[in-house]
């Protein structure tokens, strides 16, 4: 049900080569790539670690 | 100072609690509720208070924006008198009602006040579901005989506080529910710790504290004395990090409002059962006809509300046999309904009586359309024709195989056979019969009682339509008839006549958008998924007086391969019919419409159609499909899968592909989705653009 949107984006251009009509359930290319990206930052700036470490070291 | 605590689940907790019950150091768990015991499948929770603005801006008629804004502007004048006043900053519910309806309406309404407070608390509770580690943990306390009490940082007061735990089967745990906005004191400032130790008279050291808030719930709770216990679940801090992501992402329009949509529905289904069944018919249904049967539910929903602003409303919904039986069943659950009906109605007995006129030339074809048609003989089962009757006539024009496929349309012998008058007055004598009963039939169901009437069914030429208006459009009652199909495809007919108005609310082929006639492509999969356990009808008898349908006997070899694969399609259904309450919830709560919806339903069915898992092209080829057209024919929905050795011979593959019911199943066997790709574009390029 819930579906990678590079899926979806690879399924859309079966329609971009044939019919030149792939829009309808294509994340679009600048999306998906702000997708990725935040992602990738949820990936590196791990909030949740981040929050452990900070209450693990602070002082009572 | 109690100990620094950092625990990541409630076993953990469990571990650590276990020797100081035993020990009788402990006397009072405490915990805090929200993301603690109860999760939300929404992110980021404000999602919940614009639902409610909605909810109330639909009811009074004003812009949920504006509601919106009169709530904001509410909440902040309370929070600094709050402080002014001495306490912490918190906005009780009780107080923020009266002053959020002046703001909107500068009068107080208790009937309105009631309904936005209910609506709060069902979304909420819409929104919530208890963690079932939680629950464990709290009946292993329960056993242990130590007290627990809930506190918690929220503006429901408590009252509201208790109902919405009492719904989630969990107000009896606890001794006392502690709320910072009944005292206007929070955790965050150590007062509302205060306070319950004071009430529970219990000292600070006899307490636990747990929750999900390092500051509030370990720092402030220590200070107190208490020892407090920070519960870190990182798998659920990233599955809030995804959603809010995914919220976000939504308001680029496009497949993201989908995508957030059926995330956060995934969401729900899978808190409230963990636990992935089994049955593979029932994933099926829950995870690909689910989506795409609920959003069409939930379009025949807004164009029927439509309809009614427009002072057109329809006045009876008739759900068509027998594929509308599941639309049947969930539009039973929708909260607001119009009378609804599922009728006894099947291309074979409505084109059986459209023939009460005779049978012209623009009706037999239609008998040719199916490609194991048998000439004539089709026409006779189509049309409920006496065969025995019209042999010997048909011979006299030339057939002399009463079964051969008739592959020219304009042949001579059948333009003569239909233009004789012996043939047409046994045509009329049988059709006329037909149409008798089923227009009593109709009559029963009140079909003349009405001026609007629509026909919901899954699709796909629209004949029962079609054929209803051509038997009975000239009486003068006949209502104006609206068709709601799952899937439009009128290649059989393109005049449907005046007030008779068809739509495809998924695929409409008229929109000319490729993209979204994926139903189409496997059409049999989607009725099955929708279809009755019962029989086709086949005509209708009278029973002293009244009308019953005549369902195709159990014994027929078409039947009985049905009924084997029913137990399948009830699988299905169950699992269909769970997603619909799940998406009914999150459509309330996200408010999306089904067209927002639509772009990420077609690829969610692109993808199970075009690219499907080994799996599925396993169990679901198991199926055989029937059609109720007059024959007795089954069709298989799965041959012989492909293999690499036959890329040698492509004449023989396109020949395979072009008769297959479901033509992507055939690549099961050669690995990689690239096979699908490249037969999915050169399928595109063969067909209209």
Known sequence: MVLHPAKLFVYALAFR?????????????KALSGWYASRVQQWLFDRAAAKWWRAYLERD | MPEKLILRDWQKIRTW????????????????????????????????????????GKKVGIAPSLVWQARQQAEQTLRVEAVAAGFDHECRYIDLLPRWMENLFQEQDQALGHFMCQTELSLEDASLHVKPDARVFMDWVREQGVKMVAVSDMY??????????????????????????????????????????????????????IGDNPVSDRRMACKEGIQGVWLYEKKELRRRERLALSARMS?????????????????RIHQDDSLNPRNFFFRYGRDVLGPAFSVFMQGLQERLQRQQQQGQSVEKLLFVARDGFLFERM?????????????????????????ADGLSHEQA???????KQQGLESVCKVYGLPEAELQPLAKDHGFADFTAPIHNWQDTRLHNFLRDHKVQAIVRRVGGKHRDLLQRYLQQIGFFAHKRVALVDI????????????????????????????????????????????????????????????????????????????????????????????????????????????ASVARMQEGILCHWQHYQAVQRLTGYSSQQLLPYVHGVLERAVVYPTREETREL??????????????????????????????????????VAAWRYALLDKIPTGLPNFACRMMYLHTVEK
Request: hydrophobic content about 35%; overall charge neutral.
């Open chain 1, 17 to 29: 080569f044939s019919s030149g009509r792939g829009r309808c359930f294509s994340p679009g290319f």
């Open chain 2, 17 to 56: 609690l276990e020797p100081r019950i035993q020990a009788g150091e402990i006397r009072l768990i405490s915990l805090d509720i929200f993301d603690t015991l109860l999760a939300r499948c929404v992110e980021p929770p404000e999602i919940v208070q614009h639902a409610v603005c909605r909810a109330v």
């Open chain 2, 156 to 209: 429901l007061n408590r009252d509201l506080l208790s109902e919405l735990l009492g719904r989630k089967g969990l107000l009896h745990y606890f001794e006392h529910v502690y709320v910072s906005a009944d005292y206007q004191e929070g955790k965050y400032s150590g007062r509302l710790y205060r306070r319950m130790l004071q009430r529970q008279l219990v000292t600070a050291g006899q307490v636990v504290h």
């Open chain 2, 251 to 267: 308001q680029r329009g496009s497949i993201w409002v989908g995508r957030h949509f059926f995330e956060t529905v995934q969401t």
């Open chain 2, 331 to 355: 539009y039973r659950d929708l909260e607001e309904q119009l009378p609804a009906e599922y009728v006894y109605l099947s291309r074979k007995v409505i084109t059986a009586a459209s023939v």
């Open chain 2, 365 to 371: 074809v239609v008998a040719f359309y199916n490609p």
């Open chain 2, 459 to 566: 699709g796909w030429n629209g004949t029962v339509q079609k054929f209803l208006k051509q038997a009975f459009g000239k009486r003068a009652d006949f209502p104006v008839l609206h068709g709601y199909y799952f899937a439009f495809v009128p290649k059989l007919y393109a005049d449907f006549g005046d007030n008779n108005v068809c739509e495809g609310i998924v695929h409409d082929s008229r929109r000319g958008n490729a993209c979204e006639r994926i139903p189409a492509e496997f059409e049999e999969i989607f009725e099955q998924g929708a279809r009755s356990y019962e029989a086709t009808t086949i005509g209708y008898r009278d029973c002293e007086g009244r009308i019953e349908p005549v369902l195709k006997p159990d014994s027929a070899p078409d039947r009985l391969a049905e009924l084997r694969c029913n």
């Open chain 2, 621 to 658: 080829t198991r199926l055989v499909h029937t059609e109720d057209f007059g024959h007795d024919h089954v069709l298989e929905l799965g041959k012989r899968a492909l293999g690499l050795g036959d890329l040698l011979r492509p004449r023989k593959v396109l020949q395979h592909m072009r």
